[in-house]
């Protein structure tokens, strides 16, 4: 084949090649094998966005090792966001158990129907409020952090 030709030939194999990215996504304990090397028993795996000339297509679970390496990253820096993004998760569900709690769930009722009748919310309402979200952290267990010394 005349170098020229060649070069045309690889120019279109690298277009026409689609182009596949992995993104970070997040991390889990449900998984436990690595789908890059076939490790088994891992603590974790990292979950792994795969994205096909730029159109999401499913994920892949990879140990942090293996993850670090096909994200062009650090085992430190993968581990990091790991933890960021567990964090991020207990406080997703935490807000989403405080928001699903009974009196909370009746809170937001009444602010809604307040704000229908494009009324203000009295004192005896925040104060009612105020005193639903604190009986709401009380059965969750969550502490405010104001409240802290
Ligand atoms: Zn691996």
Same mark, same amino acid.
């Given at each position: 084949? #005349?170098? @020229?030709?060649?070069?045309?030939?690889?120019? @279109?194999?690298?277009?026409?090649? #689609? %182009?596949?990215?992995?993104?970070?996504? =997040?991390?889990?304990?449900?998984?436990?094998?690595?789908?890059?090397? +076939?490790?088994?028993?891992?603590?974790?795996?990292?979950?792994? /966005? /795969?994205?096909?000339? +730029?159109?999401?297509? =499913?994920?892949?679970?990879? +140990?942090?090792?293996?993850?670090?390496?096909?994200? =062009?990253?650090?085992?430190? +820096?993968?581990?990091?966001?790991?933890?960021?993004?567990?964090?991020? %998760?207990?406080? @997703?569900? /935490? /807000?989403?158990?405080?928001?699903?709690?009974?009196?909370?769930?009746?809170?937001?009722?009444?602010?809604? %129907?307040?704000?229908?009748? =494009?009324?203000?919310?009295?004192?005896?309402?925040?104060?009612?409020?105020?005193?639903? %979200?604190?009986?709401?952290?009380?059965?969750?267990?969550?502490?405010? #952090?104001?409240?802290?010394?």
């Amino acid at each position: 084949m #005349p170098p @020229a030709l060649a070069a045309v030939v690889s120019t @279109a194999e690298r277009i026409a090649k #689609p %182009r596949e990215e992995l993104q970070f996504a =997040g991390v889990t304990d449900e998984r436990t094998q690595c789908e890059r090397c +076939g490790r088994i028993e891992l603590k974790r795996t990292v979950v792994l /966005r /795969r994205v096909i000339d +730029g159109e999401p297509s =499913g994920f892949v679970y990879f +140990g942090v090792d293996c993850a670090a390496e096909a994200l =062009g990253r650090t085992r430190k +820096g993968v581990l990091e966001e790991a933890m960021r993004a567990e964090l991020e %998760r207990r406080i @997703a569900v /935490r /807000r989403a158990e405080f928001e699903a709690h009974p009196a909370i769930v009746a809170v937001r009722r009444e602010d809604a %129907r307040l704000e229908g009748l =494009g009324r203000a919310p009295s004192k005896r309402h925040r104060e009612w409020a105020l005193e639903a %979200r604190a009986r709401a952290m009380t059965d969750l267990g969550i502490t405010d #952090p104001k409240e802290k010394r």
